[in-house]
Each structure stands twice: as structure tokens, then as C-alpha cells.
């Protein structure tokens, strides 16, 4: 982007040097490139986390901004980092990546400079380095626009310290980087710093859990050395005809400067657990965002957009507003529906399934059509929005309030509706306005019935995009994700069992077995599913519903099962929690800083009659038992009964009636699943008569 001010370009012709008076970029360093702490090197393991492969001993960057030959601003970054390796699983620590952007039409792009790099170990007692060698840097191009600059440092081993610094051109103002605090391990030391000219305003955008230990802000200044533009008879712009030759000079010009300086000290790691959106959600980072511009000599330029003019902008894109406007290419598709049918969620149904039939999903995720919609369904194949637009453009056809929906998968991270980012959101569905409620589709989810949307979806809100009703959609499910099994077995003496078991899944867990036995065929997906089933010996096996994906698809066997029990002298030992017993908590960790999120709400249902052997009774059971969540946030029940035929029966029900629990609720709900794994580890004990 380029800003083309009359008083801009005169008076900022030609940069010959940059000239900081910034109090936060004088002080001392916490880290001096190349010298090197004798006890870090001789670091055996890091005190504030034992675990840890490797160590941040400091991420020291900072940031500000010059203007180039060519009349536009860049932003500098330079970054040193320093990182103890302690393990050898911590080796992939020293390879680093960085990545890089220039536009399509190579009018901008960020260029990578300097970059020095060095091993440290100690051998000895004395220190010896290892230079970064030209033949350890690399450049991978992952597309047209998108590439990663690539060095790996040798000799690394257990003890070993890496060290970097390199430095970054960007064109991108606009597309600041963010500064990452934290890291998969501990950081010691992690500072950024800032300088913004008084041109610009951004908004800073902060997440995470960690405390900032310096948070400091100073006005400040910076001198541009400049050439001014010469006045010439002709051959120069805005040089007046007839002009009189006044030659270039060097001027000094300084602005005023915002300047910020951020500190993270000894920042824990932070790692992948249980139900997770994504880690990037929680990580603690600092983004920003361009909110305004003034140059001297121009207009105050305001880029802090609104939902409302995101969405105008959307409606007027070639390659998505525009698309919905064309649709004679869909008349044949138009015609069956209405001609089979005049009930509205026939109709809707019917138009779901013509797209999933008639289209191939490539995998890609955007809110942007490839080329046109008309020759995605020429080629019977397309992205995500291709696929989902072609659904909300018949559905129009069909005569329904229709629109896109844009949003961000789970795996891309959440939104914060508060801060207007186009390039937060990368899926698009279609919604379908049934008289004030909200219907949702993406055809792009083969197996998964209208009005559902796949798990990846399910992601805090998504935004309508209409010519008179843009707003936010919930996009949260009342789906469950849900199985019941019911069993019936016959314990015998030697403690063997024989009988069968019906495994029914409902909702999402209906989705996903449906998807495994498309994939796989009906042979494999059953010989896959009896080496699974290792203790189990399978002898007959029966699927319903595999063509209906509107009603549960159930799994059915009759099974031996050679070690349900262990006999010792005249006493039984069995647990008769059959199918996937709870054998561990899946919240390991005693506290935990951020959300449990489930995506979905989750139902387990468990039920087994067993028939004891002849000349044996009960010795002993376990009891019932209810186990609940605060504010009906979930339930467990337990409960073991005996009828006068001496036959047992089992039933556990694990019911989670929310999607998402707050790191507060954390740990009740750990202590929840405590008491799940304790009542699904005790036995039945049988006695001989």
C-alpha cells in the first residue's frame, strides 16, 4: 500500500539514514549477542520446569519503521533469541523457520537480512562456537505469495545454547507482525518493543494468561536524514515548466514517535492438552492493527473498519458477494426440486443433497471462491465456499431468505467480535432464515444430516453476511456426540463370557462411524474394528442404518470374550463395565489456565445384564452411585442392581450438558472424572456357594 501525498513525496524523496532518540531502546539488553553465561551452558536442567526439553534464555525484538527509496514506509524488525537445549527430544529447537510474504505482483514483500547464528558448547571447560553456515539456510516456497526462510545449527547436543539474530523489511505496515511471548517451553526472558511514528495509530490487541511484567509507554522521537527533490527544467515530477535548476539537498525531518515497551518474564510453557481449540487461542501474544493514518498535507485516513462495511465490502467482492448474483447455470437443479416436491424442509433437504452429490470437496478452507461458481460445478469440484455459496445460490433460486456465513474452524482460532478482522475468518456455510430461526448447512460434510454442522465449525460465532441483516450466528450445536451400548453375557466358572452387545451411535459419534465405513467398505470396516477389539473374540457381526444418516448407525456382534474375569480358588473377579471403560482422567494437570472445550455435548451410555454361573452368588458389589456438575453442568450415575435370578446388571451414563467449561469450573470437573475412573475400576466379586 502506498500512500502518494504531494507533501509525502516531496518531502520524503530519499532516505539516506534513520536516526532514533528512543530511551526504551537504550537500555541494557538482557542478552548481548555472543556472550555467553558459563552456568547456562553448564544448565542441566531447568529449576522452574523440571520437564523441560529446552529453554528460552531470551527473545529480545523490537520494531520501527523508515521510509524506502521507492516513497513508502517499512517496518524494521529485528530479533535476537537465544534457546538452552536439554534433551534430545528438544533438538528441533534448533531448526528454525520464519516466514516471509510478497505480494503477486511483487509491489511488496519482506526481505530477511543479516541473520547470524551460532552454536555454543562446553568442551573442557572452554566454550567453543560453531558459526551459522551459508549451507545450513534455506528458502522454501509454500506458494505464489508465501515463503520460509529456513536454517538449521549444527553440532548440537544435550547442553548445547543456540543463538540468533536476523533482520526483517516489510512493506506491510498495514499487516503488522504480532510478538509472541510464549512458546511451547519455558521462556525466561521474552520484550518487544515498539516505535510508531505519529503517521500511524494502531490498535494493540493482547491474549493470554501470564502476567506482562513491564508494560511501559514514552513519547518519543525520530530524525529522518532525507534528500529533498531538486527543481529541473523538465523531466521531474511537479516541476513547473521553465523552472529554474535548484539543486537536491540533504534536510533533516522528525516526528514525533509513540514508543512501547513490553516484558514477559519467566513465562511457563505452554503445552497441547485435552480439548483444545487451538493453542493459538491462548497463547499470550500481542497483535496489531492499523487503525488510522495522517501525513502531513493530507487527510486524516481512518482504516478501523465496522461489521457493517466489512460486510458491504463482502456483498461488492468478485469472488464472493458477486457470485451470488449468477444463477441460470443451477436451472435444471431448480426444476427437479420444486417439481418433487412443495414442502419447505423437503426442499431444503433436497437442495443440500443435489450439492453434496454433485460436488467434490478439495479440502480447502476460505470464504473466497477459486474462480467463479459457475466453473467450480462445471468442474464438479471446488473449495469450501465454492461449495457452500452454490448451495445459498439455489437455495435463493428456490425462493428462501438465504445467505453466507463466514467464520473460523477450530483449528484456525476463535473471533473476537469486538476487533473487525477479515483475516481472522477462512470457512464460509450457507444460512437459511426459516421464518426468525436460524438454519445452518454445509455441504461440504458428507455425512452429516441438513441443519448440522461438522465439529470443526463449532466454533463461538460465525457472521451473517446479507444485503440487510448482516449480525452474529451462534454456531454452537444441540447435537450430541453420543453412544449407548446395551449387552447381554453369560459368565461362566473358568470366567469366560459369551453373548452379544449393541453399540448405537447417535449424533457426532454417528457422523464419524458413518464416515470410517464410507471410507473403508463394509469388509474392512469391520476387520478394522475386530483387531481393535483385542480381548474381544468376535464371531458374528451385524450393521443397521448405514444408509440412513438421519437415524443412529448401530454395530451389532455376537461375542466370546476369554478373560472378562479372573478366577482365583472359589471367588469371581470381574468388571462389568464392558465397552471403554473411563480408565484414567483426561485432565492430568492440577490447574489449568484456560477453557475445556468440548465442541459438543457428550452422552455415554453403558448397559450390561450378566447371568453369574450356577452354584455362585454375590459377594460383593460395587454401589451406586450420582455424581453431578454444578448448575446441571453434567451427571454421572452408577448404579449396579441383582434381580432374584441372579442376573447383574450395569448401567453408567456419563452425561456433559455444556460444550465449554471455564478454567474456574476446572476443577470440579476433574474431580468429576476422578470419581468416573474410581466407580469403573471396582469389580463384581462372585463367591462359590
Partial sequence: MRFSTHALRNTLLCVFTTIFSI??????????????DMADLQMKVYSKDTAAEAVVLGDVGRAYFEYSQSGNFQVVYERHRRIKILKKSGYDWATVKVGLYVTKNGNGKEDLSELKGFTYNLENGQIIKDKLEKESIFTDKTDDTHSVKRFAFSKVKEGSIIEYSYKIKSDFYYNFRDWTFQSGIPVVWSEFSLAVPEYFTYRQIQQGYEPMFIHKENNGSVDFTVRTASSVSSGVINAAPNASYTPASNDKVTASTKEFRWVMKDVPAIREEPFMTTIDDYIC?????????????????????SWESLNARLMENEYFGQQLNRSSYLKDMVSTIKSSSKDTLQQIGMAYNLIKQAMTWNERETFYVETTLKKAFDAKTGNVSDINLLLVVLLRELGYNANPVILSTRENGRI?????????????????????????????????????????????????????????IDLQSSYKNAETIIGNLELNADGMAKGDIAISHLGYSNVRERRKFVKEGKEKYIEEYKKKATNWQITKTELENTDDITSSFVRKHDLTVNDL??????????????????????????????????????????????????????????KSAKVGLPNDGGRFTYIVGISEEGKITISSKISLKKTMYFAEEYELLRKFYDQIVQKHAEQIVLKKK
Fill in 23 to 36: 530511551s526504551l531502546f537504550a537500555q541494557d539488553a538482557p542478552i548481548k549477542f555472543g556472550k555467553i
Fill in 285 to 305: 501474544k500481542i497483535e496489531f492493527e492499523l487503525s488510522s493514518s495522517f501525513f502531513p498535507g493530507s487527510t486524516y485516513k481512518s482504516y478501523a473498519d
Fill in 416 to 472: 473476537l467480535d469486538n476487533y473487525v478482522l477479515l483475516s481472522r475468518f477462512n470457512y464460509v456455510i450457507a444460512h437459511v432464515d426459516m421464518g426468525g430461526k436460524d438454519l445452518l448447512l454445509d455441504a461440504t460434510a458428507m455425512q452429516t444430516p441438513a441443519g448440522i454442522l461438522p465439529i470443526r465449525c463449532l466454533n463461538g460465532q460465525g457472521r451473517l453476511i446479507s444485503k440487510n441483516n448482516t449480525r452474529w
Fill in 565 to 622: 474375569a479372573t478366577v482365583s480358588g472359589e471367588r469371581i473377579y470381574f468388571n462389568p463395565v464392558l465397552y471403554n471403560p473411563q480408565k484414567e482422567n483426561p485432565f492430568k494437570n492440577p490447574e489449568r489456565k484456560f477453557p475445556v472445550d468440548f465442541g459438543t455435548l457428550i452422552e455415554e451410555t453403558n448397559i450390561v445384564s450378566y447371568t453369574i454361573p450356577q452354584g455362585y452368588i454375590v459377594e460383593e458389589m460395587p
